[in-house]
């Protein structure tokens, strides 16, 4: 128990939850760590978001939301949002990119859900959270100037990057409006299969804290350019087709998925590489390859001119392909 955090057993005990066993959950990218609660045949998940590195505040916000509007995120059995401490449903171990691993056959089937997912939540109205607006975006692809160059060595002309991102963005911030709730990382990692999907099972909605009113999209590109796992350009292309065909999206929805698909990869590159200078965390080197390759495919589209050249410029494509993305 001496690993445990300062004042898990009091929340449990006051929780209702006193006597449960304890089972800590091996941790990601954030300072949030989970555990496993167990007792008499129930099953519970207990999230510790501590101050001042987190604050489930905006975690409980979206969840019921979402609960509210009939998607499924789980249910909230107890909070002290003061130290961080939350205990909510647990939607057991089948994490999709886990639960493909032993079950590749049932890869479109579970894309295919996870697809009909965003449609119905698009279909909603827009949630209370703040606008996916160009000071975000910038903020975001800065990381890859900020984080990613000086890592690789590379001087840039980080002005011509703002205005290049301006440039291409522009037209699209106006097609994002009235805008969707934008969960901003929804991949197969975050997930969870409640049944197989193979029989039209639902799916459990994890990790979206970050939520913001934004463009169609972004999650779909979260979704199909997966960082953590591969994704066929056919698969992509069978799931791209079934969004636009089941929500109606307009001629310049693929435009729009590439600028973003473009701008989420350049933001992540940029978080991977500060995970591993800033927070010592090597493993994520291992995903900026896929990273980089989805984003040289975004860059092609022609709504991306302005960015492409000056990748072209910058960090030219002879460089990009020796790198391929690496960071040393």
């Known amino acids: 128990m001496s690993q445990l955090p300062s004042g898990l057993e009091d929340f449990l005990e006051s929780a209702g939850w006193g006597d449960a066993a304890i089972d800590p959950i091996p941790g990601d990218a954030s300072f949030r760590r989970y555990f496993r609660i167990a007792r ?39 909070v002290d949002a003061t130290r961080g401490w939350v205990l909510l449903e647990d939607f057991g171990n089948d994490r999709m990119r886990d639960w493909l691993d032993i079950n590749p056959d049932g890869e479109q089937a579970a894309y295919e859900r996870a697809i009909d997912a965003l449609v119905e939540l698009h279909r909603k109205p827009a949630g209370p959270f703040a606008p996916y607006d160009m000071a975000a975006y910038q903020r975001e692809v800065g990381l890859l100037t900020e984080w990613y160059c000086p890592a690789m060595g590379l001087e840039v002309d980080e002005a011509d990057f703002i205005a290049a991102w301006n440039q291409a963005l522009f037209p699209l911030l ?8 934008v969960l901003r990382d929804y991949h197969a990692e975050n997930i969870m299969l409640l049944g197989d999907p193979r029989d039209n099972a639902l799916q459990g909605l994890i990790d979206f804290q970050d939520a913001l009113v934004g463009h169609s999209a972004y999650d779909l590109v979260s979704l199909l350019q997966d960082a953590r796992r591969d994704v066929s350009p056919q698969l992509e292309r069978k799931m791209l087709d079934r969004y636009v065909a089941a929500s109606g999206a307009g001629p310049e929805f693929e435009a729009d998925y590439a600028l973003l698909g473009a701008q989420r990869n350049a933001k992540i590159v940029g978080i991977f590489t500060r995970l591993y200078k800033r927070d010592g965390k090597p493993r994520y080197l291992d995903f900026i390859p896929r990273v980089w390759e989805a984003m040289e495919r975004d860059l092609a589209h022609p709504a991306l001119g302005p960015v492409a050249r000056w990748f072209d410029a910058n960090i030219p494509r002879h460089l990009r392909e020796q790198l391929g993305g690496r960071v040393e």
């Open 40 to 78: 008499d045949g129930e099953r519970a998940m207990l999230m510790h978001a501590p101050p001042p590195h987190e604050d489930p505040v905006p975690f409980l916000n979206v969840a019921s939301w979402l609960i509210e509007h009939g998607l499924r995120a789980p249910e909230i059995y107890a």
């Open 174 to 181: 106006a097609r994002q409006n009235p805008g969707v709730t």
